[in-house]
């Protein structure tokens, strides 16, 4: 037996007595702080600040004494047509394209998920539309894809016989979505992936052995398991699609029919409307509107897919 | 679980394979086809982008000189785009030093409250940043940070922080508990836990978190045109002013997108496997 | 010298009623090394982590030595614990994995590395040293859990399942070498198994838990022969003892044979009138022409022994009795046979406690009975 091995005081640190509850739960939130400071001082202080606001006449041009005038910017707001279909398109812009990308996505997905040649070619093409400058996808589809004389698609168009649409002037909403759908899907697309990826192979085999077809085992196992990724991938995409700003301030600046909410409040505020007490009041709405659609965008695929899964 | 993997398709036919294989070409083509056509537009000359669409041309790098030189008084592409590869580095490293943190406040050693916290993190970006533009505005300028990068850096940071915190989480939720014990009665400390067992393991996580905090942050449009129109600018403003409003632009515009757009759509070629995997784990909560 | 402690630890995870360890109490000698068992839930592994610290506790004391290490963090109890799976740092070599702890604690190079290669030549793990955890096979990571933890040279060792991932024969192999290494460095030990056998094998002393609450700590022989209670009777020992209910103490029949009980249980039962459980071992059952009617179920041959599966008709039911007999034995499935009890039989009063363990036989009705 080896002598080197008997047991040895072998302690640097004194040891401490007693016990530190208190201290225990404190030393936990310690590495939490910093990042929850940051957040609160940055995210908290505008919004107090921009309710504050809200509850204000505030205008900058004309120059005006900011006086508070309580709910009466809400007032205003619920009298506001253009509001009224500012909340309209905002809709338009985050459900048409959440659930579009998310079909479309999944689709690719499902295409992806197998091993075929050069799969790695189709899956670098296919995510390369996120990863692009929101701004640049906006220049591009408006220049270059949907121009009324010179876009690519009015020339599939004319070569199939059909008159050119100018896509742009009279179809603003539609094309916003068009480039929304298009910069999203890859989104989609990879959360879907993971979410195949990380179905256990056994339970598909075994409905194999059971006898289940494609379709069946699709609509009855994968659909299920794919729930959870499906939530994640309409909550974040809602959170963002709320917001959407670059496509709108570059394809049509504004106008009827691709004026969403943000957009509607910039264009009254720093945009040229000057008017920052209103404008306070309506982002205030949109902040709350934002949380009702995602949650009830949550609510509605969960019970589609309670349905399907059930079938 | 790699990119890899797919799900194996036991007893497919050989004909369907090839048939779904190639859908799946033809789809991708299609989907691609304008960011192809625009890199094609880029090296042609404005006649040639602007002329019904033809394949055949001379190819030019006129386009690419013509963005790229200094333009005197207006955001020279250089200058944009040594702004935009300062704010987007500095202020992903700043998230991820608060994020990490907090990741292991909620997954490892996880607070009470940890549900809570959580959603207080999401719920910060329900609130427009088209909204907060005017407090923040005010703020800037008492500060006398406009127009500087510095209010870009911290104002990326905002915004990329409840992601990241969110998804770091789900990854060292995934750490084996055994193995942040083994090092707890080895004798490590939070710096030691960290960087023997949460980082290594955690790695591909932080990998896929801090490419979607570039991408957000290198792509954003908003704050920066508001803030920082005279100096500080950032690449996607740059772009912007790609576009002429009399003659044709659009040959300039797509040697600008290219540009512009070049690293981040690199970055995300070269580590969309680890994205995969990154957004598999963050969605498992 | 240091012993090990337990005064009355209780914890109770919050959320939950019933404690999870509730009011344990043991002393735990130097150089001793006590095996924790009992089934899942019954609060061995959550002792074992308050003893290391990963588990608070919320009434009582844990000593380790003279000290009272309640509330003390782990790093500071000069412990070292082998994890159930192993808890290698994967990006690790082996010895560095060996002397992390080491390092944590500030000791110079030349020592680590030093005791590092000591640890490995007595765990034959020394080629290697170099490779990663990935590399390695399922014994050959145990081995390094078990290194990691013997190079620290601590107060105590805790042990949590760790031979639980390995398969059969490995496992009954390296228990024999755990044993032995125990026995050579004199370590206090703390071992934590739901194998009854793993723990009857290894352990000075068993201490068996049921519900978080301490039923027996004893030597394995008196745990297997003076069981105190129902519970750890029906626990220890595979195959289990034979248990059977009997309605009337004062004259206990298996089906329609008696029982007879030596003179001394007759005084220990006394004037309980009501209902015992009898309890005798496989190896206390002979099958061939005894009194009590049985019919065989299997037979199972496991060459060196052989065990019996009888059924027999006790108080309206089929109830189901194991036999070990040594070969060689004729009798298949379905035919019937007698039993006859030798050797010790426990009696366990209704709250599951034994009252005694007298001799005994069975007798067929109507037989004259000794008082």
Known sequence: ?311 | MSADDATPAVGERRWVNVALGGLAWITALIFFFPVLWMVLNSFKSEEDANASPKLTFDPTLDRYREVTETAGGLLSFGEAFMNSVVIVLVSTLIVLALAIPAAYALAIKPVGKWRDVLFFFISTKFLPVVASILPIWILARELDLLNTRLVLIILYTAINLPLAVWMLRSFFVEIPRELIEAAEVDGARLRGQLTTVILPLAAPGIAATALLCVIFAWNEFFYAVQLNPVEGSTVPVWVTTNVSTRGEFLAKLSAASVLACIPVVLAGWIAQKRMIRGLAMGAIK | MTAVRYVEATRTYPGTETPAVDSLSLDIADGELLVLVGPSGSGKSTALRMLAGLEPLDAGAVHIGDRDVTGVRPRDRDIAMVFQNYALYPQLSVAENMGFALKQHGVPKEERTARVRETARILDLEPFLDRKPRQLSGGQRQRVAMGRAIVRQPAVYLMDEPLSNLDAKLRVQTRTEVVELQARLGVTTVYVTHDQVEAMTMGHRVAVLRDGVLQQCDAPSTLYHEPVNLFVAGFIGSPAMNLLEVDDARRPKIGESELALDGAAGAALGDSAGRITVGFRPEALRVGDGPLPARIRTVEDLGSEMFVHVAVEHQGESVPLIAKVSPPFEGSPGDRVGLQITGTTHLFGEDGSRIASPAASLRSPGAVSRS
């Open chain 1, 1 to 311: 037996m080896s002598t080197t091995l008997r047991p040895r005081v072998n302690r640097v640190n004194p040891p401490k007595m007693g016990r530190r509850p208190l201290s225990d739960s404190w030393r936990r939130r310690l590495p939490l702080l910093p990042a929850l400071l940051f957040a609160i001082l940055l995210t908290q202080v505008p919004f107090v600040l921009s309710v504050y606001y809200s509850l204000t006449d505030w205008t900058v041009v004309p120059p005006g004494p900011r006086e508070f005038v309580g709910l009466d910017n809400y007032r205003e707001l619920f009298r506001d047509d253009f509001f009224g279909d500012a909340i309209v398109t905002s809709i338009q812009f985050t459900v048409f394209p959440v659930l579009a990308a998310l079909v479309l996505g999944t689709a690719f997905a499902l295409l992806l998920d197998r091993k075929f040649f050069g799969r790695g070619v189709v899956r670098t093409m296919l995510i390369t539309p996120f990863l692009l400058v929101p701004v640049v996808i906006g220049l591009i589809w408006k220049n270059q894809m949907f121009h009324g004389l010179y876009g690519v698609i009015n020339w599939v168009i004319e070569k199939l016989g059909g008159t050119p649409v100018e896509f742009v002037s009279e179809h603003p909403t539609l094309s916003i979505i068009i480039t929304l759908v298009w910069q999203w899907t890859p989104f989609m697309m990879l959360i879907m992936l993971a979410g195949l990826q990380s179905q256990p192979s056994d339970v598909l085999e075994a409905a194999k052995v059971d006898g289940a077809g494609p379709f069946a085992i699709f609509r009855q196992l994968t659909l299920g398991h794919l729930r959870p990724y499906m939530e994640l991938g309409v909550l974040l995409g809602a959170i963002y699609l709320i917001q959407v700003y670059d496509q709108i301030a570059v394809i049509t600046g504004g106008g009827p029919g691709s004026t969403n909410v943000p957009y509607y409040v910039f264009q009254r505020s720093i945009g040229g409307g000057w008017q920052f007490g209103l404008a306070s009041a309506y982002s205030i709405v949109v902040v709350i509107a934002s949380i009702i659609i995602a949650t009830f965008a949550l609510r509605v695929l969960s019970r589609l897919l309670k349905g399907e899964a059930a079938a």
